[in-house]
């Protein structure tokens, strides 16, 4: 995220930009994606142009896309995605209005069924009109439409000096072709096409007169795409739904399935799993999932290591794609515009107009201090999943190189630290970039270059995991290297960043050596990793889970005593479902498995308020009986980490890991989620074998088996 997202999603902000006199009930967005494409729409099917749009590689080429129906807006019935993510459905009825002829007719006389997908480029949309009444109508139904071409940072609230030019739309017979030429020489279209004509049509407004019988239907076929398409039909529309629903298919079959005795449960974790496949974009270096929609549909580094981290146990797939397409984007040269440094890895990427033109450095931007110690840590746990050391050895220059700038990143302090290298840069480059997250006891904004404590923890990781695999290709100077930097930086980081008079890790270092003594999730991450002592990891567990950071609903980024904590903030007291499952996995690994399940009760019923959803956060407030947990204005939903966030804390409760090395199967002391009596893990491959694992309630214990077709061939080793 960019200093843009900061003014965009700050909540003053936030609320004011939204359209209060769009009557929408609710205030509820639905995405689709298919590739580089996605649109957002409200419950109606409506697109309106405040931050909703139909995008096509981070351009808006559909800004307005109304239904009216005798010149009224509808009565929303329900609106809601199919299970896989592929098909919007919006139902509605017409308010009273009059027949194109004069005629009252009453409201409800009219149902009216929006179908959307997307499909190669290609928005597609089925509307059908039903009368239940006893009388024939002929009614207007009308679709106001616009593209204004907008690039993806300047609908988040970017103003440019300049924009490229706007053509006066071309209308025919059934379609319309609307045109702009950026300023980077590329032209971008939209063009809308019906399947009947449209009985008047202007360069905005197509209206249909539509004779509908008594107890009969009509239905009208749209498609926008970059080019005119030949006549949008049933087939057509039809042949575009299964071949999207297929690809979708495809990609959720990747890896193992979970399923378990709870129904509720089954539909959270189905979600999740069309969720991270919605997002997943096949790149020519694998499947990539893109960070999340509206404001991120692209690769981010960090947020694309974290989901496959999330989802390696299931599906290691995600991983080795991630893996390929940032080695790929390694930076190989200095460029304080990109934040670019030699073995650096990828940040951000954009497709933009703006990008194009460097208006702002996000074409290909490095600004993250994280992603490449994250990255290596990434290489690491996908060896030791699936022991797959042939892609390790291909990775193995890149990896070197990260390797090499971590260690220059860190030479002057010890730390690897950050300090943007051009105004237009990010500030604050760990996962909490807002212009506030960091910030010292008093308030104070501290001068850089900053530590961030949860970055060292991933440079140990880093190191330990870079290590193993350098004894592995049999260079041992080099292991032994990398096992001294790895405990020298758990040797300084228990020195300098631990606080005795508050039993904490500080945030962060600032420039001139001042610890940020303020608490928040950050050291969670520590526990995620494993860095501390065990005397150390029991302080911060008990604070992680008291009422200063437990919400009820999940584990706040920030203590609620600290002064800018505020639960409606983006960083400073929100709830990011990936940071409690980070956190959460620590909280496992020291012995709190017990804690976890709490976690993920609390994870799985903010979930259910949310749609079956996990958005990208949500407000940080107490948990409240009879309450719901309170929705962040503009986050983004779907987000692949918060998805992802479901399995991680799976993975956390059943004590499972995966010897990828040894083709092993280990259970520790395994929980179910709390009302979860039975979990069955299918298709869970162990090296080159795919078996079927289940866990099981028994009395006040969880038993952990093999179905009988595979036992004894994968081992299982359960420890309780």
């Not at 089925?126 to 616009?146: D, K, M, V």
Request: hydrophobic residues 40%.
């Amino acid at each position: 995220m960019t200093e843009l997202d900061e003014r965009k999603l700050d909540p003053a902000v936030a609320l004011s930009s939204l359209d209060e006199t769009a009557p929408r009930e609710p205030h509820r967005l639905f995405a689709l994606k298919q590739g580089d494409c996605f649109a957002v729409a409200d419950a109606y099917g409506d697109i309106r142009g405040a931050g909703d749009g139909f995008f096509r590689d981070d351009t808006r080429v559909l800004s307005e896309f109304r239904l009216t129906i005798g010149g009224r807006q509808m009565s929303l019935l329900g609106a809601s995605l199919s299970q896989d993510n592929v098909l919007f459905t919006s139902n509605l009825t017409n308010l009273p209005i009059k027949s194109a002829g004069g005629r009252d007719i009453p409201q409800g006389a009219i149902h009216i069924e929006r179908v959307r997908l997307i499909w190669q480029d290609r928005l597609f949309e089925r509307i059908t009109l039903s009368n239940y009444s006893r009388e024939h109508s002929t009614i207007t139904a009308s679709l106001h439409f616009a593209a204004d071409f907008r690039d993806m940072f300047e609908v988040r609230g970017s103003t440019r000096v300049k924009r490229g030019t706007t053509h006066v739309a071309k209308t025919d017979k059934t379609s319309v072709l609307l045109g702009y030429d950026g300023l980077d020489g590329l032209p971008r279209l939209s063009a809308i096409s019906f399947s009947q004509a449209p009985d008047q049509l202007s360069d905005n407004r197509a209206d249909f007169l539509i004779a509908v019988t008594k107890r009969s239907q009509k239905v009208l076929y749209i498609e926008v795409g970059p080019e005119i398409a030949d006549a949008p039909d049933r087939d057509r529309f039809r042949a575009a739904a299964a071949r999207a629903r297929f690809g979708m298919r495809a990609k959720r079959r990747h890896g193992a399935t979970v399923h378990s005795s709870g129904r509720v449960f089954n539909d959270w974790v189905e979600r999740a799993r069309a969720d991270v496949a919605l997002l997943t974009t096949e790149l020519s270096t694998g499947p990539y999932p893109y960070a999340g929609i509206p404001w991120f549909s692209t690769a981010f580094g960090r947020d694309g290591v974290i989901s496959s981290l999330q989802m390696l146990w299931l599906n290691p797939g995600l991983a080795r794609g991630v893996l390929a397409f940032l080695a790929e984007h390694q930076a190989t040269e200095t460029s304080p515009f990109s934040d670019s440094q030699p073995g650096k890895i990828m940040h951000e990427t954009r497709k933009g107009e703006m990008a194009a033109l460097r208006e702002l450095p996000f074409g290909r931007y490095y600004g993250g201090v994280d992603t490449t110690p994250l990255y290596i840590h990434l290489a690491s746990a996908y060896a030791d999943r699936t022991g797959d050391m042939a892609f390790i050895d291909r990775l193995w220059p890149s990896l070197k190189a990260a390797a090499e700038w971590t260690e220059e990143a860190s030479s002057a302090t010890g730390f690897v630290t950050y300090q943007r290298a051009a105004e237009s840069g990010l500030a604050n480059q760990g996962w909490k970039d807002s212009f506030d997250s960091v910030f010292h006891a008093d308030g104070r904004i501290p001068k850089g270059p900053i530590a961030l404590v949860e970055v060292q923890g991933y440079v140990f990781a880093a190191f330990r995991g870079l290590a193993a695999l350098a004894r592995r290709r049999g260079e041992f100077a080099d292991a032994e290297h990398w096992e001294n930097r790895a405990e020298e930086m758990r040797v300084a980081v228990e020195r300098d960043f631990w606080l005795d008079d508050m039993n904490f890790y500080a945030l962060a270092i600032d420039g001139e050596g001042q610890p940020c003594k303020v608490r928040t999730s950050n050291a969670g991450h520590l526990l995620f990793v494993g860095l501390p002592q065990p005397e150390r990891a029991k302080l911060v567990a008990e604070q992680l889970l008291s009422a200063s950071f437990h919400s009820g609903w999940g584990l706040r980024t920030l203590a609620d005593d600290a002064v800018f904590f505020n639960p409606m903030s983006y960083h400073n007291g929100s709830i990011w479902p990936h940071d409690t499952a980070l956190c959460g996995v620590g909280l496992a690994r020291y012995g709190e498995r017990d804690s976890v399940v709490r976690l993920m009760s609390g994870t799985f019923e903010s979930a259910v308020h949310f749609n079956m959803r996990l958005p990208e956060l949500f407000c940080g407030f107490a948990r409240a009986p009879g309450e719901a947990p309170i929705a962040y204005p503009v986050a983004c939903l779907p987000q692949a980490w918060s998805a992802g966030s479901t399995f991680m804390l799976m993975q956390a409760c059943l004590g499972l890991e995966i010897d990828g090395w040894k083709g092993e199967l280990h259970v520790t002391r395994p929980r179910l989620p709390i009302g979860i009596d039975t979990l069955v893990l299918r298709h869970l491959s162990v090296g080159d074998k795919a078996v079927d694992l289940t866990f099981q309630r028994v009395g006040d214990r969880v038993a952990a088996f093999l179905s009988d077709r595979h036992e004894g061939q994968v081992p299982l080793i359960v420890r309780t």
